[in-house]
């Protein structure tokens, strides 16, 4: 999958929860952070619908090709969304991100947050 700009997402399937997952800090921050992803990975290997938006210095979980926790949460079925202000104000273009993002609005997050049966985590 090539980093793009996504799109609001559709609501979850009868008897799944539906997870939306905010990461603001990076895997260099303590291993709390990676913690966080792999409990998304968790989630979503358990069959819930789980979106993942990395904001502020959570953006640079996604650097790379080859990010253990981005590669997990991929195969686990998860959206992961990396929020396109804070990508350009460090620099980071969707050329430089993992290929399993893609760049999304804060639009994006408070449509996902608002949706019926939603629930919301910010780490």
Not at 1 to 16: F, I, K, N, R, S
Not at 46 to 68: I, K, M, T, Y
Not at 98 to 111: Q, T
């Amino acid at each position: 999958m090539e980093a793009q700009t996504a799109a609001a997402g559709t609501p979850a399937g009868a008897g799944a929860a539906s997870y939306f997952l905010v990461e603001s800090k990076g895997n260099w921050a303590g291993p709390t952070a990676g913690a966080f992803l792999m409990d998304a990975v968790a989630l979503a290997e358990a069959g819930h619908r789980v979106r993942v938006f990395l904001v502020e210095d959570g953006v640079l979980s996604a650097v790379g090709a080859d990010v253990p926790e981005i590669r997990r949460l991929a195969a686990a079925g998860a959206e992961i969304l990396v929020d396109d202000f804070s990508a350009a104000q460090r620099a980071l273009s969707a050329t430089t991100l993992s290929p399993h993002v893609r760049l999304a609005g804060m639009d994006v997050a408070a449509a996902a947050l608002t949706e019926d049966g939603c629930r919301g985590v910010w780490h």
